[in-house]
């Protein structure tokens, strides 16, 4: 193994622990969402206290985005994770105690918003880390793993969910977070002054007049992705926290078994990341653009089967396949296009500002579906074909529009 192979892996496995534990915590609720509604409580009220996560969570990515861009990511994670620790328990605490089971009160609510809000102090300068000291191929290696990393979160917070009693689950998640916050403290401060990680090296470039500017970032498409990343972000996010419910509802599973089959499904999910980067290496040759039309027309086909198969058997594997096709768009994003604008030097903020329009759609999702399943009484077939039309236009995004643009007007 290289020096420069050696360095990704420690840097890498890092940023994948670290992660693992954000969408550990992150996928908590949703696993835990049929056994709290088993006791009484209300969905409208889970997916509010999601909306209100996510909410904080995509301000949240805004702010500390740009913040970090100044501010070295050891502190910026090691207070983000531990105090995320700590929203996380006294959610659940306040939950259990506050008033009867079925009422989730306001102090709950900020409790969950405050989570929010401090895991977002994690990614942006996480994939700052990861682009100013590694070198392609290995800033997408290392950013697909924490892409996997935030996929594998939701099968393991089903597994937890599955053995553990709902409080329970949030207590390992808290405990986990704090856990990780001093590791990654006191592993960062070991590769600093070892030389593994380095800070500053775009404000030296700068210096030098080779950094770039946001006319830089609007000839790298900003604006194509953020709406992918507004589409995706539904599906990763929203989509994926009501699958449990999805099994129990429209399938009719009984809740054990809507956790086991959401555990399951979201475990083949998290691999996807791993199969889109090597059909983007190996069959469509590192052609981005290409690679994201095709995870979109596959999701929009996978999402219409999803829409007239009742099978249960079959409907599982539909639509699972369908968030992977999403999440393999979502892969392009997070793994490849937000590394490759490290010579903008504006990594942290430009990734700050994507993952804010993508929770923020997830956020608005997470209050609009259950709304018209609750109270405009829509059946579940009604909120696939959302699904599906979310789809369709991501293709309608992902065409090469700068293309067929240039040859009609050379026509």
């Not at 403290?185 to 600093?192: P, Q």
């Not at 892969?331 to 430009?350: E, I, K, N």
């Not at 009604?382 to 599906?388: A, E, G, S, Y």
Request: contains cysteine.
């Amino acid at each position: 193994m290289t020096q420069k192979a050696k360095k990704a892996l420690m840097i890498g496995s890092m940023c994948f622990f670290s992660y693992l534990a954000v969408y550990l915590a992150r996928n908590i609720l949703s696993a835990v969402t049929p056994a709290m509604q088993s006791q009484g409580f209300a969905k409208e009220s889970i997916g509010l206290a999601s909306s209100i996560y996510f909410y904080t969570y995509a301000v949240g990515q805004l702010i500390n985005g740009l913040i970090g861009n100044k501010v070295k990511a050891k502190y910026m994670m090691c207070f983000g994770l531990a105090f995320a620790g700590i929203s996380h328990l006294l959610f659940a605490y306040l939950t259990h105690t506050n008033g009867s089971f079925g009422d989730i009160p306001l102090s709950a609510y900020v409790a969950y918003g405050a989570a929010g809000f401090s895991l977002s102090m994690i990614y942006g300068p996480m994939t700052k880390i990861v682009s100013e000291n590694l070198e392609m191929p290995y800033t997408t290696r290392c950013s697909l793993g924490y892409t996997f990393a935030s996929y594998f979160g939701s099968p393991v917070a089903g597994l937890l969910a599955t053995f553990l009693a709902w409080q329970s689950v949030f207590y390992t998640a808290s405990t986990v977070l704090i856990v990780m916050a001093v590791t990654v403290f006191i592993t960062f401060l070991l590769f600093e002054r070892k030389g593994i990680i380095v800070y500053g090296r775009f404000q030296r470039e700068k210096k030098q007049g080779k950094r770039g500017s946001l006319r830089l970032l609007l000839d790298r498409q900003i604006v194509k992705f953020s709406f992918i990343s507004v589409l995706t972000g539904i599906v990763r996010t929203s989509v994926l926290f009501w699958l449990p419910d999805y099994f129990a509802e429209r399938l009719s599973m009984a809740n054990e078994e809507a956790t086991l089959t959401f555990t399951v499904a979201s475990l083949f999910i998290s691999c996807g990341a791993f199969l889109v980067i090597f059909l983007y290496e190996k069959l469509f040759h590192y052609d981005m653009n290409k690679t994201v039309l095709v995870m979109f027309a596959c999701a929009a086909a996978g999402f219409t089967l999803t829409y007239f198969i009742p099978l249960p058997a079959l409907n599982v594997v539909t639509v699972v396949l369908s968030i992977m096709a999403s999440n393999g768009a979502a892969t392009m994003l997070w793994s490849h296009y937000c590394p490759s604008l490290r010579d903008t030097g504006m990594v942290s903020g430009a990734t700050g500002f994507l993952d804010f329009l993508s929770y923020m759609a997830a956020a608005t999702a997470n209050i609009v579906f259950p709304f018209l399943i609750e109270k405009q009484h829509w059946p579940w077939d009604r909120i696939v074909l959302i699904w599906l039309a979310l789809m369709v236009v991501g293709v309608g995004t992902a065409l090469p529009w700068r293309k067929l643009r240039k040859g009609a007007a050379k026509e």
